[in-house]
């Protein structure tokens, strides 16, 4: 056993000596060591500044990143490999609209689905999809992380805040191109999707709300359900599909929680990332 523990000892030893001859060397004749001299020459840096340059210095001596950066420009820009440019890229346009406040709600709205997604991940770690008994595994597990879990409670405050953030911000965006007349030709595709995401966020606020399985949550899983079975034709199988049954049972929580966490972040995910791409190569509509 002390034999492993020298030869442990002496690897480690040999390694740090071995980098600090390497980072010795490196300060000596370091190929792009003019990007750290250049930019020290313009003024006075911070920590933060600095160890970014050096980070970066360290890593394009490796792998080259300045040199393909400037081939992938090269490449995006010819004419037989080019990917389209934005809107204000083609016409060079220097577009007022972009600093008017109301053109800032899908980003705003684009904004509040990272914090859902980041906030959502942490709460997940610590809740239980179960709705058997009384109370439920479902029940048990929120009230852990609102009176138990350090920060539990500030947690689900903002993903409780920004659901109602984002729907809000959804919905005045959505109003916003309906009333600039930006959903018109070439952009009717574009809105389309942006209806898909605002019925897609309303359902997903929908079955976040049901996961405690508190009695509000059982309320409105009651009127959901009453809903979801008054469909005509479809209603039965959009109950069950929805709801696990055309009923209320233990089984919902479980349901919604899987709608929740896996099928809507992907839906909802794929479709921003199609309506950021739309936006970017047709440019924002100017007000009609």
């Known amino acids: 056993m002390s034999a492993i523990f020298w030869v442990l000892w002496f690897f480690i030893a040999f390694v740090t000596v ?48 300045e040199d393909y950066w400037a081939m992938s420009r090269d490449a995006y820009y010819n004419v037989h ?5 934005t809107h204000a890229e083609k016409y060079k346009l220097r577009i007022i609209w972009y600093w008017y406040p109301l053109y800032c709600l899908g980003g705003i709205s684009f904004l509040a689905f990272i914090i859902l997604i980041i906030t959502g991940t942490v709460l997940g770690i610590f809740y239980v999809p179960g709705g058997d008994g009384d109370p439920s595994p479902a029940y048990l597990s929120m009230q852990f992380i609102m ?13 409780h805040w920004a659901t109602h953030f984002m729907v809000a911000s959804v919905f005045l965006h959505m109003c916003r191109v309906y009333f600039t007349g930006a959903y018109r030709n070439p952009r009717e595709l574009n809105w389309l999707i942006g209806v898909a995401l605002m019925f897609f966020t309303i359902f997903f606020g929908y079955s976040g709300y049901l996961l405690p399985w508190d009695s509000l949550a059982f309320g409105a899983a009651t009127i959901g359900i ?46 921003i990332l199609v309506h950021l791409f739309i ?10």
């Not at 005509?232 to 109950?239: D, E, N, R, S």
Request: hydrophobic share 45%.
């Open 18 to 65: 071995l980098v600090a001859f390497t980072l010795r060397k490196e300060n000596e004749d370091m190929p792009r060591r003019e990007i750290l001299r250049a930019v020290e020459s313009t003024g006075k840096m911070g920590i933060a500044e600095r160890s970014f340059l050096w980070v970066f210095s360290w890593l394009d001596t490796r792998f080259r990143i």
């Open 226 to 271: 009453n809903m979801a079975n008054s469909t005509p034709l479809i209603g039965k199988y959009v109950a069950t599909a929805m709801f696990n049954g055309t009923s209320l049972s233990a089984g919902t929580v479980t349901r919604m929680y899987f709608i929740h966490v896996f099928i809507l972040p992907v839906v909802v995910t794929s479709l």
């Open 81 to 85: 490999r080019q990917m389209p440019m």
């Open 147 to 159: 009176t138990e879990l350090p920060f539990g409670y500030i947690i689900r405050s903002v993903h």
């Open 279 to 288: 936006v970017w190569v047709q440019g924002i509509a100017e007000p009609h």
